[in-house]
């Protein structure tokens, strides 16, 4: 596993690998921007749905559903809140060119120790360097091979997203004998 991440983070270790990583990272961030975008729209129109209910209720008030508009209203209200909130929240979540910076940086810097971390490092951080780099392992013991799915940056802190873009690659594995050893 060790040198498969190696060989596959490999060429980020070049004289451009910053700026190969920031293509890749400003591939992602636009995917997540237009998610994010599209996710705005829908919830713009959810307010201006809330409004309008907001609208006719006011508009169809009389003194004997005064106490149900009421409680309508304030279920509204609360309902809008909580989409600006939620608005206001991906407004926050966009990425700025100093983020995108550093987090390059960052990247380069992890994929540079990823051998020693992998190799030397304690378990715990072995663990955790491999939870950035693997997606998900799916083992064929009929053909003998594994597919990785590996990110195609590391996951670096609040950086680049687990459902960001992945490559999926194929290990042959050795095979496995069942039974007991033989006796030496």
Do not use: W
């Not at 060989?7 to 998610?35: K, M, P, S, V």
């Amino acid at each position: 596993m060790i040198k498969t991440l190696v060989d596959y983070y490999q060429r980020f270790t070049c004289d451009n690998a910053q700026d190969r990583i920031a293509d890749i990272a400003g591939l992602q961030i636009n995917e997540d921007c237009d998610e994010m975008a599209k996710q705005k729209k829908r919830l713009l129109s959810r307010i201006k749905r809330v409004d309008k209910t907001t609208r006719n209720l006011l508009d169809n008030i009389t003194d004997t559903n005064r106490k149900l508009v009421d409680q309508r209203l304030k279920e509204l209200t609360k309902d809008r809140e909580q989409i600006e909130a939620t608005i206001e929240s991906l407004e926050y979540q966009a990425i700025s060119e100093i983020e995108l910076t550093e987090l390059v940086s960052e990247t380069v810097e992890f994929i540079n120790s990823l051998e020693l971390s992998l190799c030397k490092g304690p378990l715990d951080e072995r663990q955790a360097t491999i939870r950035r780099c693997v997606d998900e392992i799916l083992i064929d013991r009929d053909e003998l091979e594994a597919k990785i799915s590996l990110h195609v940056l590391p996951t670096i802190a609040v950086g680049f997203k687990k459902s960001a873009m992945t490559e999926q690659i194929t290990v042959d594995l050795p095979e496995v004998k069942l039974g007991r050893p033989a006796k030496i």
